[in-house]
């Protein structure tokens, strides 16, 4: 993990090694192979009408697709551009297609593998194998992917064991008629769910490594923590101050709070699983360092002593949010609002009202997504129609402007997979009034707003615990119970278990997620604990770490509100997150990230398990499964695939709810009902 500068020199002639034919060895992989994902890895074409194969020079030929239709075929590269998605087809998805195309990929093995091949060892040991797949989006049947194997497997060193690992969730099926002893097999999550090292959030820093061994050593330190530091440890806890970098050594996901944190502050984070191994070899504890984390790699470099300020490291203008409207407004229903009110319910409660009007309406042009050049196509907006079902569409229909029965399928899709939560909303205005109603409140308010308008703000953490103290315990009054009982429908009264959720402004801002750090309750009964359970959320603005969080950001204490959203709670057989990208690889346009467990969504963002995570290709279609997390076990066939349309939905929202260009990424979390039915509980952009 550790590297040193290399030399750049001049670049020689390019020697293309392509061999056409005969058997593979350990030596000409490694003379023809590639770096990917920290893995050696070559690609195999296999020509049927000729029954050879090619093994593709990494360095000459980076892409499948073009060398066979530059030099098997003799086109030339704007031929091939002019009609690539029909070329694509015939290579990927044709059932009786001429090439084959996949990629062998080296790995090392420390522990006693199990399959059935005669040739894989079972003994404990390290011993390396290949592993065969076909790209994410190919569609080969159980009996293409049988000969693909076959072809391979005979024209491979006998001493190199072969695994086939199928690229998505439908070679899995088609995979189930063969037995693994004719085709050897291995899962992504298999293979990929222990590696040492997993990029979470790509990004450099440069700072102090500080590693801490126990949650004891950390919490002792942390108040001296700052933008210096690149903090590393087994499992960062979510309420981790503004640093430079983070380092976990134990299993996360990309779409934990403390990931979200590092991609709306713009550092690098990382799953090292050797990380105590590595500083403690290196010495690193206390040293400066250089820490990069790329799509394919991680490196953590150190530096004689502190390098010099750079004009990257000064501070970053102040965020200024739309002045809040404080204005005496109404509880009102979610459904009633739009996105425009978040400047008095606050972001979370205008966007859930957003949703219902796109929903509902189905007016909004959920396709702009796929109409984005992405070259050398001049939009996706075929693509789009072949995974709604059009009759008649074709990847290749690439018109340069979306059809209205392509909008209104989107629409009607949409509509179809998800719906919009129910609930009530709460303006600022009601916390304003709150907050004015008692002289104690006034002025802890007041001191914590001088303490903060000082150069160097001190004492901030009992002045906000005992602000918090005072929120939670002073009578509301009856004039503003009013207000809010008055409104709840009798959905929201009686007996039922409700849910109280927080609607700030000073939320899902460029550079400023607030992931985590506003308060939602999620079992409350009664109206004494509704009014409880709306305090504990107003009160929640103020707690320590938002406001530091917001005042290194530069957000002015006077412009932070806090609005409320009441909800009825659903029960839920399967919760999680989804964000509209693939986190640890930005470039990549075509797949939706979705993590899922057992029960609600907060499960899975505070960190109570680990989720089960997939990528699903909203492009070509299909999905895989990236890990078990602690479930251990994989979802039916059937859910996967419900999932998928999930993921597709999410993608379509992007459309509206990102940015002008619809290529802003969303972070959506949802639930799915004991009856099956999607339902959405925030929505909100995904920072990057």
């Known amino acids: 993990?550790?590297?040193?500068?290399?030399p750049v020199g001049a670049p020689g002639p390019v020697t293309d090694r392509t061999a056409v034919g005969g058997r593979l060895s350990l030596p000409l992989f490694h003379t023809l192979s590639g770096v990917l994902a920290g893995h050696p890895y070559l690609k195999v074409v296999v020509d049927r009408a000729e029954g050879t194969w090619h093994l593709l020079d990494t360095a000459v030929h980076p892409f499948h697709v073009d060398y066979v239709a530059t030099r098997v075929l003799g086109m030339d590269l704007a031929a091939l551009d002019a009609c690539l998605d029909d070329f694509n087809a015939s290579v990927y998805t044709a059932p009786e297609r001429r090439f084959l195309l996949g990629v062998l990929s080296l790995h090392t093995d420390t522990h006693t593998h199990t399959h059935t091949d005669a040739d894989t060892h079972t003994e404990a040991g390290e011993r390396s194998f290949l592993v065969l797949e076909t790209t994410e989006a190919d569609t080969m049947s159980g009996a293409l992917l049988d000969e693909f194997y076959g072809f391979v497997r005979h024209r491979v060193d006998d001493t190199l064991p072969l695994l086939l690992k199928p690229a998505n969730h439908g070679q899995e099926q088609e995979l189930t008629a063969i037995g693994d002893d004719r085709v050897p097999r291995i899962l992504a999550h298999e293979l990929f769910g222990n590696r040492t090292r997993t990029p979470l959030n790509p990004g450099e820093a440069t700072g102090r490594l500080r590693h801490f061994r126990t949650a004891g050593e950390y919490a002792a330190a942390a108040a001296g923590l700052g933008r210096?530091?690149?903090?590393?440890?087994?499992?960062?806890?979510?309420?981790?101050?503004?640093?430079a970098g983070f380092l976990h050594s134990e299993a996360s996901t990309p779409l934990s709070h403390t990931n979200v944190l590092a991609a709306g502050w713009g550092i690098p984070n990382a799953i090292v699983r050797d990380l105590?191994?590595?500083?403690?070899?290196?010495?690193?504890?206390?040293?400066?360092?250089?820490?990069?984390v790329g799509d394919d790699e991680i490196t953590l470099v150190p530096l004689a002593g502190a390098p010099a300020p750079r004009a990257a490291d000064r501070p970053r203008p102040r965020i200024r949010l739309a002045p809040p409207r404080l204005a005496d407004a109404p509880a009102l229903p979610l459904h009633l609002l739009r996105r425009t009110d978040r400047d008095r319910y606050g972001t979370k409660a205008a966007q859930l009202g957003e949703l219902h009007h796109v929903l509902e309406r189905r007016t909004a042009d959920l396709t702009a997504y796929y109409g984005r050049p992405r070259p050398p196509r001049r939009d996706l907006y075929g693509h789009l129609a072949s995974r709604l079902g059009l009759p008649g569409a074709h990847p290749g229909d690439g018109t340069g402007h979306a059809t209205g029965e392509l909008r209104r399928a989107a629409a009607e899709f949409a509509a179809r997979t998800v719906t919009a939560p129910d609930g009530i909303a709460l303006p600022f205005a009601l916390q304003h009034r709150f907050?004015?109603?008692?002289?104690?409140?006034?002025?802890?308010?007041?001191?914590?707003?001088?303490?903060?308008?000082?150069?160097?703000?001190q004492a901030l953490d009992?002045?906000?615990?005992?602000?918090?103290?005072?929120?939670?315990?002073?009578?509301?009054?009856?004039?503003?119970?009013?207000?809010i009982t008055g409104v709840l429908p009798p959905g929201l009264t009686g007996p039922h278990r409700l849910v109280v959720r927080s609607s700030a402004n000073a939320e899902d801002l460029p550079g400023f997620s607030a992931a985590g750090v506003y308060a939602s309750v999620t079992a409350v009964h009664g109206t004494g604990e509704l009014l409880d359970a709306v305090r504990q959320v107003?009160?929640?603005?103020?707690?320590?770490?938002?406001?530091?969080?917001?005042?290194?950001?530069?957000?002015?204490?006077?412009?932070?509100?806090?609005?409320?959203?009441?909800?009825?709670?659903?029960?839920?057989?399967?919760?999680?997150?989804?964000?509209?990208?693939?986190?640890?690889?930005?470039?990549?346009f075509r797949n939706v990230y979705l993590n899922c467990s057992a029960g609600s969504p907060e499960r899975i963002v505070d960190g109570t398990v680990l989720p089960l995570q997939y990528l699903y290709n909203t492009v070509e279609g299909g999905g895989r499964t990236v890990s078990l997390g602690s479930a251990g076990t994989d979802l039916p066939a059937g859910t996967r695939r419900r999932l998928a349309d999930l993921a597709l939905t999410g993608r379509l929202l992007q459309s509206h709810f990102g940015d002008a260009a619809g290529d802003g990424p969303l972070d959506i979390e949802w639930l799915m009902t004991g009856q099956g039915a999607f339902r959405l509980v925030q929505i909100r952009p995904y920072a990057r």
């Open 435 to 457: 907050l004015i109603s008692s002289p104690a409140l006034r002025q802890a308010v007041r001191r914590l707003k001088d303490a903060l308008a000082t150069p160097a703000p």
């Open 276 to 292: 105590d191994r590595i500083i403690e070899r290196d010495g690193l504890n206390g040293a400066w360092v250089r820490y990069r």
């Open 462 to 483: 009992p002045l906000c615990r005992q602000l918090q103290h005072l929120i939670r315990h002073t009578p509301v009054p009856d004039g503003i119970v009013r207000r």
């Open 228 to 243: 210096a530091d690149i903090v590393a440890m087994a499992c960062l806890p979510d309420d981790v101050p503004r640093v």
């Open 538 to 588: 107003w009160a929640s603005l103020f707690s320590p770490r938002g406001v530091l969080l917001r005042h290194q950001a530069g957000i002015a204490p006077d412009d932070t509100y806090m609005g409320v959203i009441i909800q009825r709670y659903v029960p839920a057989e399967l919760g999680g997150v989804l964000v509209t990208c693939d986190p640890t690889r930005r470039a990549d």
């Open 1 to 6: 993990m550790t590297t040193a500068a290399l």
